[in-house]
């Protein structure tokens, strides 16, 4: 029995998977012991795509709909992105029980609980290792690698671009526009970089990895999440004076209580090897009860790497259904729902690293420190970078471990104060990795 | 249908296996949509073994017949080790028609690929994600998650033992007897340290990985191995002068004509990912074709880190029997056989690191340039730390990239010269990672 594969996107990343599929066909075939066929790819403009030259009678169509109605066809693999499209794309080749290979993180960081019960009353499967990290195969770690343990704490860099604008900052020193502009030329940022440099990307991708990990149905839009429009070098200059550094962290952590998510810019250790993370890479660090600190590190993005996520997915789903049932418990709920609860961010003790750009006036660090006393924050250092034109220098308090509601709570009464250039900057110092 | 679990083999991995089947049973049973029963345990001194507290009627026996032949029993878990026993209770359980999942890095580096088809003849699975560094699911990786691409290149540090002694013999500058003693007391060494400090338990670890990325039948006996017995503390000052660090470690690197294999203490770069892999930990650096770089890092050993591999393998072996044949193809042997020969280390060009005992002479360096020249190997740099007493301090000479076989020669020629205290000690600086 051969298995047969449609394409629906040529994109990058549809052409990537398309290139692996024809150039690592023999590879593929030694170790499947099977042949994967491509029978049909679409896109808006098939007829403008230089492909790659396939083997057979393949269908090329700009209507997904003969893609997913093709009875030759056992795995349909969906590369347009967004919610609108994609969705219907899947629903359908799910209906006509077809196995579903997609790289969707948006779609299914939403809707991937729903279309996961969608494929198993369908008795076909729902693959989605290229949704989250690209070249890192984090997915069939949670499902296999470590099934076995349960997970404490999961911590991520999930954003390519904004890990690539944050290291350039670090190494040159330069401002957020000026990199983001350098980015967007040399095409690791979008026209509208908003996705990536607001948090949102990386939102989608913590919310399928929690789901794997702790087995809870996340909605992306509960996990607080903050982007990295603020960072300026001189953050960097204070991080390193503290043995730190500073990226877009993804965190979920299993606490007293519940399960605190986050997207948000934090210092972390120079010492952990999160920190040396650096360009348009992903990694993801996870805690297990048993198996303790493992570590995974790879391309986030690209057309090969995510490329080769989406073929691995294509291998596995054609094994079982060339070699067995695809029958699966759900993976965004293999824990018993309802054990893990989100906290909100507030609740969370950590230092706090504190910036603020004020106007030169005498009393300030006086104003400062009696109102985080009044919240019972304690002070641990206050940093001040030697400056020629000490005026709008910003400078950094850090403090003790503190609630995060009572830094909140101490900088909304100080943003009352009059000598304020801008509302100050608060980024927790996470640790324990 | 129930899948029954008997474990043979009661040591630390075996104990922490159970202890995770026991505590972990709700977690496990939500994943799997099924429960794992343990109904038997085999031990030499199984009456004198504290277990946790199992459900159900469990045979506890010193007989490991009476595991692999009891009809309750799908999935048997061999934690034995070594070669005699081990593989006679493997052989046994696959002709039963049972499923087997090890730990045993040895036996499957020596004869995996014999006892995999053993498995397939009988229609049941082999599974060893335990085999090789314990906490890290590298084989899972390789299997299913990066299935799609072809690796070109793998470096290990697969060792706990002597990445700890290493990196301790770095951080408190003492000799490598103190510190092996020192590892002994805390049972980080075994009393006969061989097979850890002399590359041996690496060597099979590697062996099983390479077979496994590169579709080669391995024999461990043709991998070029070293231990780390000659590291000094001052190698690791002459390393840091460099921006260099020490590693034991395991490369695995298709070149032009081949697959070349060692296992050997190198110098790489403190910027790469892997210079940061400190105590006894083990990671695993694989550069493909298409997926570019990905890394992997855990805990090497240890009761419930290799116990969550153990499970791991369990819950995958137990899915298969439930919901689907196990046939495969053998990961002994992916790619075509015959496509990957192994080379021999002295075709490997590297710039090399030369440690050099001498007596207090007159040109020394100039005979040493004078050998180097004759067999064509540029001179890089030459290193001396300042001290006291001059006699007998090491200095380092370090080359341009050279072919491996031509320092051998020009080592050949040096260890005539009369002002060497002992032979020469010459590491590979590794790159590219």
């Given amino acids: 029995m051969e298995v047969g594969v449609g394409l629906i996107g040529l994109g990058n990343v549809g052409l990537g998977a398309l290139q692996i599929l024809v150039e690592n066909s023999q590879s593929i075939t030694d170790k499947l012991g099977f042949s994967l066929h491509v029978r049909a790819v679409c896109s808006r403009h098939v007829g403008s795509k230089k492909l790659p030259s396939l083997d057979g009678a393949v269908v090329r169509t700009s209507d997904w709909q003969d893609v997913v109605r093709n009875p030759d066809i056992d795995i349909v693999v969906e590369l347009i992105g967004g919610t609108a499209t994609a969705g219907h794309v899947i629903e359908a080749a799910l209906r006509e029980q077809k196995s579903v290979v997609t790289a969707n993180k948006e779609l299914i960081a939403l ?10 009353q369908n008795g076909v499967n729902l693959a989605m290792e290229a949704s989250v990290a690209g070249g890192i195969p984090i997915h069939t770690v949670l499902r296999e690698g470590i099934a076995g343990d349960r997970v404490i704490e999961l911590y991520g860099i999930l954003n390519g671009t904004s890990n690539f604008i944050l290291t350039e900052i670090e ?10 502009a350098e980015a967007q030329q040399l095409g690791y940022a979008e ?4 996705a990536d440099v607001d948090g949102l990307d990386a939102r989608s991708k913590l919310a399928i990895l929690a789901a794997l990990a702790f087995g809870e149905r ?10 990295i429009r603020r960072i300026m070098p001189v953050d960097f200059q204070y991080a390193h004076q503290l043995q730190h550094t500073i990226r877009l962290l993804c965190l979920a952590r299993q606490s007293d209580g519940g399960l605190l998510l986050s997207v948000r810019p934090s210092l972390i250790p120079q010492s952990a090897i999160l920190a040396h993370v650096t360009g ?3 990694a993801v660090w996870i805690r297990g009860t048993y ?3 493992t570590f995974y590190y790879g391309r986030g993005a690209g057309s090969r790497p995510t490329g080769v996520a989406v073929v691995s997915d294509i291998m596995r789903v054609a094994r079982e259904i060339r070699f067995g049932s695809p029958e699966r418990v759900s993976p965004f709920a293999h824990d018993r729902l309802g054990e893990f609860r989100p906290l909100p961010v507030s609740v969370q003790e950590l230092p706090y690293y504190l910036r603020f750009r004020v106007e030169d006036k005498a009393g300030i660090i006086a104003t400062l420190a009696t109102i985080l006393a009044k919240h019972r924050i304690g002070i641990d250092a206050v940093l001040q970078l030697p400056r020629e034109d000490w005026r709008d220098l910003p400078f950094v308090i850090t403090t003790e471990p503190a609630k995060e509601q009572s830094i909140r709570e101490a900088l909304v009464d100080i943003r009352e104060s009059d000598f304020l250039v ?4 608060a980024m927790p110092m996470q640790r324990g990795f």
Same sequence: chains 1, 2.
């Fill in 171 to 180: 190494k040159s020193n330069a401002a957020f526009d000026a990199v983001l």
């Fill in 191 to 194: 026209a509208d970089p908003s």
């Fill in 280 to 282: 348009a890479y992903n």
């Fill in 422 to 425: 801008e509302a100050p900057f």
């Fill in 218 to 227: 996340l909605s992306p839009s509960d996990i607080y999440t903050e982007g």
């Fill in 291 to 293: 198996g303790e600190d």
């Fill in 111 to 120: 809707r991937g609980a729903e279309l996961w019960s969608l494929a198993n």
